[in-house]
């Protein structure tokens, strides 16, 4: 029988990546499901918002990624904070109750964005840029909290770049940027980690060159072994980092990090 994934922000840019690409492996039966239904392409309505809803989306799952989300800087009260934070704690929550047995949530390197360009970071640092990433760091917290107390395997991947068209666009990106066939890969060795692992927080980017983080543990944690790198992307299309735009500033969150 195969296993029953769910799949949150399906109709998203990288949740229909992931929903997709775990589609076409053949080895899940995949629920791919996003506040906007997209049923030309396999994805059912989810408010993620709607405890009760989110509850029986969960009957029979085994492992829920968590890809649903808002990125609002206007709106905390009205959008992140219902959305972000109160839509993860129905997922856990439904999690604990339904019996699934692990929770994959794509967080961000905005958890981190307000540490300087060459600074090192690990993975349990925190230091949000935004509302935006205040809200991952919570929900990296919220894991925690249910791995801890009730059980629930939580897996955090703190995606840096995908912007999908599989190139990065900018110096700053090339750091961080995740192709599509490594955030498939990386979703899939996140499913298929053993289970007695409980919680881990990882930084999700391709085999970049100067990556701001460190990925190379995760081959002995997770297997994963990403097979891009942005700089030989660029090569492949006669171009270095001096050929795009140039917005590496002072923070790792990116240009539009600014104290005020």
């Known amino acids: 029988m195969k296993r029953k994934i769910l799949v949150t922000g399906a109709a998203g840019r990288i949740g229909s990546c992931v929903a997709d690409g775990l589609r076409s492996t053949g080895k899940y039966e995949v629920v791919a499901t996003d506040i906007r239904p997209d049923p030309e392409h396999g994805v059912g309505k989810?408010?993620?918002?709607?405890?009760?809803?989110?509850?029986?989306?969960?009957?029979?799952i085994d492992t829920v990624l968590h890809f649903g989300?808002?990125?609002d800087e206007d709106d905390f009260l009205g959008k992140v904070l219902p959305i972000n934070v109160t839509g993860a704690y129905h997922i856990y929550e439904g999690a604990r109750k339904g019996g699934v047995s692990r929770v994959i949530f794509a967080s961000s390197n905005h958890a981190t964005g307000f540490y300087k360009v060459g600074e090192h970071i690990k993975p349990e640092d925190h230091r949000p840029d935004s509302f935006?990433?205040?809200?991952?760091?919570?929900?990296?917290?919220?894991?925690?909290?249910?791995?801890?107390?009730?059980?629930?395997?939580?897996?955090?991947?703190?995606?840096?770049?995908?912007?999908?068209?599989?190139?990065?666009h900018s110096d700053r990106t090339a750091h961080i940027w995740i192709s599509r066939r490594d955030m498939v890969q990386l979703a899939e060795c996140c499913i298929e980690a053993d289970p007695s692992?409980?919680?881990l927080t990882m930084y999700g980017t391709s085999a970049n060159d100067d990556?701001?983080?460190?990925?190379?543990?995760?081959?002995?944690?997770?297997g994963y072994v990403p097979k891009d790198n942005a700089a030989d992307v660029l090569a492949r299309q006669g171009l270095d980092e001096d050929d795009i735009k140039q917005e590496e500033g002072v923070y790792q969150g990116g240009p539009g990090v600014k104290k005020e």
């Open 46 to 60: 989810l408010d993620i918002t709607d405890g009760e809803a989110v509850a029986a989306a969960l009957e029979g």
């Open 132 to 168: 935006y990433g205040l809200s991952k760091s919570y929900i990296e917290l919220l894991g925690r909290y249910y791995s801890d107390k009730y059980g629930v395997s939580s897996v955090n991947i703190r995606i840096g770049n995908f912007p999908g068209d599989d190139r990065p």
């Open 197 to 199: 692992l409980k919680f």
């Open 211 to 222: 990556n701001y983080y460190d990925i190379g543990y995760l081959r002995e944690k997770i």
């Open 69 to 71: 989300w808002a990125k």
